[in-house]
Each structure stands twice: as structure tokens, then as C-alpha cells.
């Protein structure tokens, strides 16, 4: 492989002196910046850089239109891979021509950034590693959007399921890519510093961070929660959309996304409605005067629920004659609805209008709150 680039560099050196031989107007030196260079110099890497995003954008359009949407339903996905695809030719064309100017690992560009010894960690080598590992987190992000929507999505309806597994995988992939680069880009005892340097930085300054980090992998392995669920933490209540690496986030009816950090999930309470299925009983409080017979309440009740579409067959209805209260006879109707786990207040809210319209349709009276005041009479005797 070294022998190859040798040989392309070979062949760029004499092509930059047959077109100074050829071309004496663009051959003459400049100096700029303390750097001493010819027009050609400066010409030849721009036009390669051309060629080279002609290039990108063909092989981008082969992906797109040609092979990709064969396999990948996600046209998001689809478009993502493709520019990302021409990015990474981008860039290693625009390194390529870096290099053949003259910025390479021998330039005075690339600086020691740590002192050890004989092996220390140069500044093109961490921009080296930073780029890969970026890119490796992008597209591990991509195997995880490809292997949820393409790949579980045939097996499984449980999309809080799909999305633990996806993005264990892309865990790992990270985990183990990020080793491979930097065991094989940087050699290890010259991270001494740095890692000296994270260490205390997790010390001082990353502990919540480290915290969620791991609260995060928790979640995912033992999943009390999921993506979907319809949970209930503190003062926060909405639909699990998301569960990142920090934190989770839980989008309310209101449409608004709350962003929650993954140790709450494990040192608080949370409740999950949907931890063991959409299936959900609701009770909706109803109360009668003493005069109402309580059988004809029931039949009432049970026929306005089994009425109503999104209350479930199975489990049938039911209703609870609760008490004796101050002012009426307390009923609870139980319902059973999978459709409404997130939205309770608006399935009681249709109840109790259907309830409503029947009890004026079988005249049946709702109480309101009733004080007797009792008036003792006597002579008041005056005090002294």
C-alpha cells in the first residue's frame, strides 16, 4: 500500500515539472507565508479537487438511485448514506491534495501535542482519530436506523423492542470500532497524558455525565422502560419518543418535548403504563341521589360503556357500587380501553357525556352537596 502511494506521489511530481517545463509562465516561484510554491502547484490540487467531487456526486446518484432504494425502504436513510458516502471521498481527496502540497505527517504543521519520549502523539494523528471515530458514530447511527426499520421490523411489532436492540448495536459498534482505531492510528502509551487528564475530568467535572451514561445502558439492558411507553416520573407524563446515551426524551399531549436525564429513571420511581401491555383500566367515578335503584344505575353504566368504540369487549365492563356517600350513592365504572393509555381525561370526558345524555333520557337525578342546619332555640342568658 505504501509503495502505491509512493508511486502516485511519484507521478504527481512529474507532472508538476513536465507542466513547468511546458508552461514557463506558471512555473515561476511564489512566496507566501514564509512558504515557497509555483502557480501549478496551487492549480493542479484545485482541479484534482474538482474531478474529485464530480466524482463524489456520480457515485452518490449510483447509490441513491441505483442500489440502495433496492434494499432501504427510508428514503432519509437512503439520502444520508449517500452524501455521507461522497463527504468521506471529499475528504480523502482534499487530504490526498494536502499531502501532495506538502502538508503531510513531515510538515511543521504537525506539532507534538505530548511529550513521551520517543513516541509522542502528533496533532495530524488526533485529527486523524477524531474524524474517524465521528464517522464511525455517524454510521453506527445509520446500521442502527437500517437494522430497526429494514431488519426488526419484520420480526417484531415492539418498536421499544427494535429500538434496545439497535441501539445495543450501535453501542457496541462504537466499543469495538473505537478500540481498532485508536489501538491502530495512535499507539497507546502516548495517550498517557490525555487519559490522565479524562480521568480526572470524570473526577471533577463528568460525574453526572458518567452517571447517565451507564443509567442509560441499564435502561437498555434491563428495560423497565422503552421507545413508546407511557410513563410517568415526577411532574413529567408522555410517550417515551426517544432514549439516547444522556438522557430520555418524553413528548406530553401537549406536544412538547421534555428531556429527561437517564438517572432519573433509576433513582426515582417511575410509572410505566404500558410495562406489560396497552391494555389499561380506567375508573370513572359516577354518583346518583339515595332514590336512584342501584341495579338500573349498573345497566345504565355497562350499556354507555359497552357503547363506546374504544372501550374493549374483553375485558367486559364493570361496575363498582363503592359507597354510601354524604350526599349520593358512589358508583365506579372500570373500563378497559388499549387506544386511550395516553389520553385518560379525554376517554372519561366522553363517558361522562354519554352518561349524561342517558341519565336525562331514564330521568335519573344527579345529587349536589346537601347541609341540613339544625337552629336551637332558647333563652340567651346575659353575662356579667
Request: glycine share 6%; net charge neutral; proline share 4%.
Amino acid at each position: 500500500m505504501q509503495n502505491d502511494l509512493a508511486e502516485v506521489f511519484s507521478g504527481y511530481d512529474r507532472l508538476i515539472t513536465s507542466i513547468n517545463e511546458n508552461i514557463p509562465f506558471i512555473s515561476e516561484p511564489i512566496t507566501f507565508l514564509g512558504l515557497e510554491f509555483t502557480v501549478s502547484e496551487v492549480i493542479l490540487p484545485v482541479v484534482f479537487l474538482i474531478l474529485i467531487n464530480i466524482i463524489g456526486n456520480l457515485v452518490r446518484s449510483i447509490l441513491i438511485n441505483k442500489i440502495l432504494n433496492r434494499y432501504i425502504e427510508d428514503r432519509k436513510t437512503v439520502l444520508s448514506i449517500g452524501n455521507t458516502t461522497k463527504y468521506i471521498i471529499l475528504f480523502f481527496g482534499f487530504i490526498f491534495a494536502l499531502t501532495a502540497i506538502g502538508i503531510d505527517k513531515d510538515s511543521t504543521l504537525n506539532f507534538a501535542l505530548s511529550k513521551n519520549g520517543d513516541d509522542p502523539l502528533m496533532f495530524f494523528e488526533l485529527l486523524r482519530v477524531i474524524f474517524l471515530l465521528v464517522l464511525l458514530v455517524f454510521l453506527s447511527g445509520k446500521l442502527k436506523t437500517i437494522f430497526v426499520n429494514q431488519i426488526m421490523s419484520r420480526y417484531s411489532d415492539d418498536i421499544g423492542v427494535s429500538q434496545s436492540i439497535g441501539t445495543i448495536i450501535q453501542y457496541a459498534a462504537v466499543l469495538f470500532g473505537g478500540l481498532v482505531i485508536i489501538q491502530t492510528t495512535i499507539q497507546l502509551g502516548s495517550l498517557n497524558v490525555l487519559a490522565g487528564a479524562l480521568g480526572v475530568g470524570i473526577g471533577f467535572g463528568l460525574q453526572n455525565i458518567a452517571n447517565n451514561f451507564i443509567s442509560g445502558l441499564i435502561i437498555l439492558f434491563e428495560r423497565p422502560i422503552k421507545v413508546g411507553d407511557r410513563i410517568e416520573v415526577g411532574q413529567v407524563t408522555g410517550d417515551i419518543v426517544r432514549i439516547s446515551s444522556r438522557a430520555t426524551t418524553v413528548s406530553t399531549n401537549d406536544n412538547i418535548s421534555i428531556i429527561i436525564p437517564n438517572a432519573e429513571f433509576i433513582s426515582k420511581s417511575v410509572i410505566n403504563w404500558s410495562h406489560s401491555g396497552r391494555n389499561i383500566r380506567f375508573h370513572v367515578p359516577v354518583g346518583v341521589a339515595y332514590k336512584e335503584d342501584p341495579a338500573h344505575i349498573k345497566s345504565i353504566l355497562i350499556e354507555v360503556a359497552k357503547k363506546h368504540p374504544d372501550v374493549l369487549k374483553e375485558p367486559e365492563p364493570d361496575v363498582l357500587f363503592k359507597e354510601y356517600g354524604d350526599n349520593s350513592l358512589n358508583f365506579d365504572l372500570l373500563v378497559w380501553t388499549s387506544t386511550y393509555i395516553n389520553k385518560p381525561t379525554v376517554l372519561k370526558s366522553q363517558l361522562y357525556y354519554l352518561i349524561f345524555e342517558k341519565f336525562k333520557e331514564h330521568n335519573v337525578e344527579i345529587p349536589f352537596p346537601q347541609r341540613d342546619l339544625h337552629i336551637k332555640s332558647g333563652n340567651m342568658v346575659p353575662q356579667k
